[in-house]
Structure formats: C-alpha cells, structure tokens
C-alpha cells in the first residue's frame, strides 16, 4: 500500500507540466535580512540575489517591490514566479534557495524608504546599503549624510559621508562599511539648518524647505534650489532676488530663472556663493482674483438696491 502511494504521488509530480517547479529549504519562515538567490532555468537575464529589506520585501528589477516576509521558501517561489509571468507568460519554473550565513548588519536610519537593519552575506557598498533600505526619499539631504561607527574600548566615530552622486551615478563614496555601522541619512530641513551662512546659501519664499543649503563653491542657481526642496507651484520664476558680496559690498540682482529653463539662457542660472542670498519671490494674484472681493461686494450692493426698489412700488 505504501509503495502505491509513493508511486502516486511520484506520478502526480512527473505529470505536472504546467506546475512551477520549486526548491524548498528548511529554515522557517522568510524575515528581514535573508539573502535569497533566485534562479529561472531557461532565463539567465531573470536570475538575481536578492535582499529582504526591513519592510519584508525584495525589489525585482523586472517586476517592482514583492513582499516575502513570514513566507515559506516554496511560497515565496510561487509568488516570485506569478509577478514574473506578468513579463514573461511562459514561465513555470522558479528555483529559489537562502543563504544559510549572513555575516555583515548594517544599520540605516532617517529618509529613506525603510529604516532598519539590512543583513549582507557579503560587506556591502554604501550604494547596496541604501538600496536595501528603499532609497532616499524626496526630503532626504544627501549631501549630510554620515556613518557612525563603534570603536572597542572608545566612543563611536562619525565619518561624513556625500551620497548626491549616488542618485545621478556620477560618483559613489569610497568609504568603507564595517559590520555594525550605521548609516544615518538626515532630512534636508536637518542637515541644512546647522550650516554656517557663510558656507550655505540662505534660500527662502517660494522653495518647499526654506533654509541654509549648504555649498562648496560656486553653484548654478537652478542647483541650490533643488536643495531647498524646489520652486513651489507659487513661486514667481521670472523674479528670483539675488545678493551677492562684491568686494565687501552687498549687490542685488533680479534673476529671470524661467529664461534659463524656457530658452537655456545662462544668465537665468547664475553661480551662486557661499553666503549669498536667494528669494524666490511669489507670484501676484490676477486681477480678477484680486478683485474677487471687490466684484463680490458690488453685486451684493445692486441686489440690494434692487429689493429697495421693487418693495417701493
């Protein structure tokens, strides 16, 4: 009887030609931190290792963010493989495994999509680190970034750390991480309040985050307003004050940044200084919004006059 019911099931699994084919490993369920490997036979180009970030989830390139988290590997195989028939219809076999060690944790706080623990089987570039972590969200102040690191017998370190290159890929830090460290990304509104305004330019009106952006150099106006959050929807881009020391003397100017973004005319997108001044200066209502109240008042007035009237005769 045993040996019917082996070869049954033998049968049903030989005839499954539809049916996913899955590698399952023992080792409970998925959590925050595994590192799973992927496999598609068949498809090299759809292989990845991939990190389960402190949300619970793994980012496919070809697919988007899945969450695996508190899934079994053969669970998580099945899911993998319906998300990645949504590009490829004709897939039936994904092979998933975990690693049994991982050796390297590092820490990630502040504005980046997840916060938290990342666990690598291999030590990680700041790069693999903030990708684990979700990226840097909108607010994030790149350029402040820093690494706290833990030193035997002393106080902790703190190594400053420029990621604004990491977004655009033109250049990426060369520091390296160790087991334990943690990596803190600071708001925009955080890590330019504490500059010096001879250091920073003061930005204020019509930008998301009114501050101290904090340059190295001469920086194009376009440039320093990014940091500071942006031009709001309300700010008045033909109009952009701008003060900046010559010789010891104060000089302003009036700045027609829609010029440089409408026509690429330079002039529009000056190099701003360590401590200048910017005012995004913000758009006058129209004149018929202006004088809503004025055009309100009067019809108020003629209905009035109006009931006079008509209850005189």
Not at 210 to 235: F, K
Not at 256 to 284: C, F, M, W
Request: no cysteine.
């Amino acid at each position: 009887m045993k040996a019917m019911i082996v070869a049954m099931l033998l049968v049903l699994l030989v005839s499954g030609g539809a049916a996913a084919q899955v590698v399952v490993e023992a080792g409970g369920p998925i959590a925050a931190g595994d590192m799973l490997q992927m496999v598609v036979p068949g498809r090299p180009d759809l292989d990845h290792a991939l990190v389960v970030n402190a949300a619970g989830s793994v980012e496919v390139p070809q697919v988007g963010e899945v969450r695996l988290i508190g899934l079994s590997i053969g669970e998580a195989s099945v899911l993998l493989k319906q998300r990645l028939r949504l590009i490829a219809p004709t897939l039936d076999t994904v092979e998933l495994t975990r690693a049994a060690v991982v050796s390297f944790r590092v820490y990630v706080l502040g504005q980046v999509g997840h916060p938290g623990a990342v666990e690598f089987k291999q030590l990680p570039s700041i790069w693999e680190v903030v990708r684990a972590a979700g990226g840097p969200v909108a607010s994030a102040d790149l350029r402040s970034a820093r690494i706290i690191r833990e030193v035997p017998g002393g106080q902790p370190v703190t190594l400053p750390v420029d990621l604004a290159g990491v977004m655009d890929g033109s250049s990426f830090p060369d520091v390296e991480l160790r087991d334990g460290d943690t990596l803190v990304v600071p708001a925009l509104a955080e890590g330019v309040s504490g500059v010096p305004s001879t250091r920073g330019v003061k930005v204020f009106g019509g930008v998301g985050v009114p501050s101290i952006v904090a340059v190295d150099g001469p920086t194009p106006l376009m440039d320093v307003l990014m940091r500071a959050g942006a031009p709001t929807a309300a700010a008045n881009m033909k109009k952009v004050a701008w003060v900046h020391q010559v010789d010891g003397v104060d000089q302003a100017r009036v700045i027609n940044l829609r010029s440089y973004l409408e026509q690429g005319n330079p002039e529009g997108n000056p190099l701003i200084h360590p401590g200048d001044t910017v005012n995004v200066t913000l758009a006058k209502p129209g004149r018929i919004q202006s004088g809503l109240g004025f055009l309100i008042g009067t019809a108020a007035s003629l209905a009035a006059v109006y009931i006079v009237i008509n209850n005189a005769n």
